[in-house]
Nanobody
Framework: QVQLVESGGGLVQAGDSLRLSCVASGRTFSTVTMGWFRQAPGKEREFVAG??????????ADSVKGRFTISRYNAGTNTSVFLQMNSLKPEDTAVYYC?????????????????WGQGTQVAVSS
C-alpha cells in the first residue's frame, strides 16, 4: 500500500523556521521525482518545490525562492523528502502536501502527481 505521510507542521510566528518531513513507502520512490504543494483556505493548491530522484535537480515557486529548501534521503524501500522553511511569512499559512510525480524532473503540473499525502498544517502568525 502506497503511503505518503507528512509531519512537522505547526503554529509559528513570522520569521521563524519549520522543517516538514514526508515519508513515502509502499513502492520504490527512490527513483521518483517528488514535490511539495500547499493549499491555503479558499485558494487553489499550488506548487512549492520539487526535487528529482537523486536530488540533482530542484525547482521552487518564486514566492519561496531563497527561503525554502527541498531535500531528500533515499534509503531502501523508504524515501524521505524534506522542506526546510525559513523566514516564514503569514502568507505561507496553508496545508502542505507531499506528492510524487511521474515526470523525470520537478514540475508544477498538479495533474502529473499521482500519489499524495494527507497534508500537514502550517500556520504563521504576524
Amino acid at each position: 500500500q502506497v503511503q505518503l505521510v507528512e509531519s512537522g507542521g505547526g503554529l509559528v510566528q513570522a520569521g521563524d523556521s519549520l522543517r516538514l518531513s514526508c515519508v513515502a513507502s509502499g513502492r520504490t520512490f527512490s527513483t521518483v521525482t517528488m514535490g511539495w504543494f500547499r493549499q491555503a483556505p479558499g485558494k487553489e493548491r499550488e506548487f512549492v518545490a520539487g526535487i528529482s530522484w537523486n536530488g540533482g535537480h530542484t525547482n521552487y515557486a518564486d514566492s519561496v525562492k531563497g527561503r525554502f529548501t527541498i531535500s531528500r534521503y533515499n534509503a531502501g524501500t523508504n524515501t524521505s523528502v524534506f522542506l526546510q522553511m525559513n523566514s516564514l511569512k503569514p502568507e505561507d499559512t496553508a496545508v502542505y502536501y507531499c506528492a510524487a510525480t511521474r515526470t523525470p524532473t520537478p514540475t508544477d503540473n498538479i495533474s502529473t502527481h499521482v500519489y499524495w499525502g494527507q497534508g500537514t498544517q502550517v500556520a504563521v502568525s504576524s
